[in-house]
Nanobody, 126 residues
Framework: QVQLVESGGGLVQPGGSLTLSCAAS????????IGWFRQAPGKEREGLSC????????YYADSVKGRFTISRNKTPNTVYLQMNSLKPEDTAVYYC???????????????????WGQGTQVTVSA
């Protein structure tokens, strides 16, 4: 079964760190561009970061640039999002997704992604 499963969310204090994992099954994650998105209550889904299939390029939204880092490990077929200096406004459900074939460059455009995980909740609060 082809799927993505996120994990690693939780409650963290402002200024803290979390690492999210996106585990792929049914396909090899390093052959595709993989992105991270988030959706806060009452807001649209926001593209945060993406790593290209060749690991030659990455994309970061301005809102997370310098604080979040995306990486990939072929074993165990997982993409990670290291989140530092977390703020209350980072509170959201975080999703990973597979960018559609045909897109060479990473982006934060939701319509370019098809396979989505179920999401993991991140709450930043004192």
């Amino acid at each position: 079964q082809v799927q993505l499963v996120e994990s690693g969310g939780g409650l963290v204090q402002p200024g803290g760190s979390l690492t999210l994992s996106c585990a792929a099954s049914g396909f090899t994650v390093d052959l595709y561009n993989i992105g991270w998105f988030r959706q806060a209550p009452g807001k649209e889904r926001e593209g945060l970061s993406c790593i290209s299939s060749s690991d030659t390029s990455t994309y970061y939204a301005d809102s997370v640039k310098g604080r979040f880092t995306i990486s990939r490990n072929k074993t165990p077929n997982t993409v990670y999002l290291q989140m530092n200096s977390l703020k209350p406004e980072d509170t959201a459900v975080y999703y990973c997704a597979n960018q559609r074939a045909g897109y060479y460059y990473c982006s934060g455009y939701e319509y370019q992604y098809d396979l989505w995980g179920q999401g993991t909740q991140v709450t930043v609060s004192a």
